[in-house]
């Protein structure tokens, strides 16, 4: 018997997302061990949707991320049956169970029996949550799978891989042997579902000591797995020697495989047997050398493979390793052998001694270094870019942030009717909430429309800075600051003013017959474009017009300013222009028209050039103009739109929606470009720039040098992001459509040897 477990949802308070159990038990037998605290609201639908995947779509393979309990569920159609395959990736990373067949039909009753339960639970208690897109499809994927519909999948060919063997860079040192007798490593293709599988091959990690004498150690398995936790144990080893301590256990959860003691350099297998004298950061550069190797490897015999993240994941960290200890490595021992000095009787002298596991200085850089702020650091040593994981927060209410805003405090999350203050953790440290809605600065300054009344807060206070009586507007959740002044929209129409020190409403602006209007403040001007044609330039103090334009085209985005210049954009949807005016009387320094660009971005300049991008003809375009003249206009090898620009030095960063970033310099010359088609962001994000680097957000969150275009690393976020910032530490907050906040800590890996080290 078949039977899917989900926890009580209504069981728990107070209510929110559900965080609860869910296993598979078959026969008695629980398939998903320590499943105990996932997020029904996603492992839920992403289960229903691998069952439908599967049994109604005809498709071979799925995979289920059990992201709390750090589980990977395999699921692959053979004929009539499904098999499971349950992966541990938190340490030490094993397989849990191997494939078992199940029949298909049986495991989709169980899964619509159950899923169906929590469903009409979650909208018993939750309707607002059960309305969620991926709730509603799941929704839809029940039903098929209730009905009779069914495709089978199709045969697989029958295939064996060759096998693999991975000798170590150089002795003592660890070899791989693969025996792809089901042919896995050849089934991946780039933009598969299920990257994990094809890595699940046997074999054989051994630590070998010579070339004739016999491993030292060896143990069977799966060689991805155990590489993978052996380069984990090499990073340990790194804090290890940082530490000084003087023993260090490696492999093994209950039993060590292999113990180093620092004082004799001695690598013995378990409490007795074989032993090997090795230095400490010899072994962790043999550690590190066999996953990269293992990478080369499998990627030179199957190119495929070369997209699969779960390598990248390894390669990245096998490279990052590789890097710190050459980085540490002390003088002595980065010269070249023949450096080296003997006294008279031959023997190296102590100061040239190998080092012990202990490291001497405190002046040694720490294992993961932080990209380095300031001047002095020339980032174009860089080599890879790491992402740390800090923390994941996800909000606990039916209604997402939408913003987010970074402070030396911690992240501040902004939702239509509420306001949450994150630590550096990821703990909540305060929440205000307005009934007619929030708007929130950086400085954490909120303006709250609570009930008859709007407040001016700050997190962490108990009380209102000031109170005034309000008419039940909504506002938020933009906020802008002008001097003694607060800014606000109603409904995205109507802008209002607020006295920052006594909250007396100063004046509003309505503008008729206009469903969007957008905002952008410079100095004491306030400008106003409309999707109905209408520019409005106000006084921030009583909200006089200063002027006014019309147009019989729309402004799709708002004012941007250079200086005492202002740029908008014109678009009707098939026609589209730029104007350039005075920030002072709005009087128009020139217009381009019958530029012919489908969803164009809000201009940007470089101070000499006005760049633009959209589409034409089923193109990507970037347009450049001077003075009202095309300096170049050419198709560029961008993906969905809409698109976001950033300029850069004499040229300009563009980038879709869906990933894609290209490079162009001041005369059009396409210098570079980065990443590969995704799926396309609910809303334009453009990307960032730090002192040489691109950080280009999507699905793939990507790490760009901005000179070669160079990828320095990359990060799956799993969810399209609807915010993202950088902070002044270096931390990347990203926030999903979901509602979920993830963040991380860009770390660095530096390539600092002189060149005559490292001839």
């Not at 008695?28 to 109604?56: F, I, K, N, R």
Request: hydrophobic share 40%; proline share 7%.
């Amino acid at each position: 018997m078949i039977q899917l477990r989900i926890g009580q949802l209504w069981e728990r308070e107070p209510l929110g997302i559900p965080l609860d159990s869910v296993g598979i038990q078959v026969e008695g037998v629980e398939l998903l061990p320590g499943a105990s605290e996932e997020h029904l609201t996603s492992t839920v639908p992403a289960l229903v949707e691998a069952v439908h995947a599967l049994v109604v779509s005809g498709q071979r393979q799925a995979q289920v991320s059990l992201s709390v309990a750090h589980l990977e569920l395999l699921l692959a159609r053979v004929e009539d049956d499904i098999t499971l395959e349950v992966v541990r990736l938190a340490r030490p990373a094993l397989r849990l169970r191997a494939p078992l067949a199940l029949e298909a039909e049986a495991l989709a009753q169980a899964v619509v029996g159950a899923a169906r339960t929590f469903h009409e639970r979650l909208r018993e208690l939750l309707p607002e949550l059960a309305k969620a897109p991926e709730l509603r499809r799941m929704g839809r994927q029940l039903e098929a799978l209730s009905g009779s519909r069914r495709k089978a999948a199709a045969p697989r060919a029958p295939r064996t891989g060759p096998t693999l063997n991975v000798p170590p860079a150089e002795l003592p040192g660890f070899t791989v042997t693969l025996e792809d007798s089901e042919g896995r490593l050849s089934t991946w293709r780039k933009g598969g579902k299920t990257p994990l599988a094809t890595l699940l091959v046997q074999g054989t990690l051994s630590f070998c000591v010579g070339e004739a004498s016999a491993p030292l150690w060896s143990a069977p398995g799966i060689p991805y797995l155990q590489v993978l936790e052996l380069v984990r144990e090499a990073e340990d080893l790194q804090r290890a020697m940082d530490l000084g301590e003087p023993r260090f256990e490696l492999g093994g959860a209950s039993k060590p495989l292999l113990i180093y003691t620092a004082s004799d350099r001695r690598l013995t297998v378990g409490d007795a047997g074989g032993a090997v004298e090795i230095d400490a950061r010899e072994l962790a550069r043999a550690m590190f050398t066999v996953g990269q190797d293992l990478v080369v490897r499998v990627v030179e015999r199957y190119p495929s493979q070369a997209s699969n993240p779960y390598l990248r994941e390894l390669s990245i960290r096998c490279v990052a390793g590789l890097a710190q200890l050459r980085k540490a490595t002390p003088e002595a021992e980065m010269r070249p052998p023949a450096a080296a000095t003997s006294d008279a009787s031959g023997e190296r002298p102590a100061s040239a001694a190998r080092p012990s596991l202990a490291v001497a200085s405190d002046a040694d850089a720490a294992p993961t270094p932080v990209i380095p702020d300031g001047d002095a650091q020339d980032l174009s040593q860089l080599r890879a870019v790491r992402f740390e994981s800090r923390f994941r927060w996800s909000s606990d209410t039916a209604e997402p942030p939408l913003h987010l805003l970074v402070r030396d405090e911690g992240p501040l999350l902004v939702a239509p009717h509420r306001l949450v203050q994150l630590d550096h953790e990821g703990r909540e440290t305060a929440v205000i909430e307005g009934e007619h809605g929030v708007a929130a600065l950086e400085d954490g300054r909120a303006l709250v429309a609570d009930g008859p009344y709007v407040q001016l807060r700050r997190p962490g206070e108990d009380s209102a800075r000031w109170f005034q009586s309000h008419d039940a507007l909504p506002l938020g959740p933009e906020l802008w600051s002008l001097e003694r002044k607060l800014l606000t929209l109603s409904e995205g129409r109507t802008l209002l003013a607020y006295d920052a020190v006594t909250g007396r409403e100063l004046w509003r602006m309505a503008i008729p017959k206009t469903v969007r209007v957008h905002t952008a403040v410079h100095g004491e001007l306030v400008v106003l474009t409309t999707d109905s044609g209408v520019l409005l330039g106000l006084n921030a103090a009583d909200g006089q017009r200063r002027f006014q334009l019309r147009s019989r085209m729309g402004f799709p985005g708002p004012a941007q300013f250079h200086d005492d210049a202002m740029l908008v954009t014109l678009h009707d949807g098939s026609e589209s222009a730029v104007v350039v005016a005075d920030t002072a009387s709005g009087s128009v320094a020139w217009m381009k028209e019958g530029l012919g660009l489908q969803q164009p971005t809000v201009p940007a300049t470089d101070g000499t050039r006005v760049f633009l991008a959209g589409r034409r003809n089923g193109e990507a375009r970037v347009v450049a103009l001077a003075g009202g003249e095309e300096v170049f206009n050419r198709a560029v090898p961008l993906g969905a739109a809409p698109y976001s620009l950033r300029p850069y030095r004499d040229g300009v960063i563009a980038m879709s929606a869906d990933g894609i970033a290209v490079r162009l310099d001041a005369a059009g010359t396409l210098l570079w470009r980065a990443g590969s088609p995704g799926e396309p962001q609910p809303r334009p994000l453009a990307p960032l720039l730090h002192r040489g680097l691109v950080v280009l957000p999507g699905r793939t969150v990507r790490v760009i040098e901005s000179e070669g275009g160079r990828l320095l690393g990359e990060l799956s976020t799993g969810a399209p992001l609807v915010d993202f910032a950088l902070s002044r530490d270096l931390e990347l907050y990203l926030l999903d459509e979901e509602g979920g906040l993830s963040c991380h800590q860009l770390l660095s890996h530096l390539s600092l040897l002189e060149s005559a080290a490292e001839g």
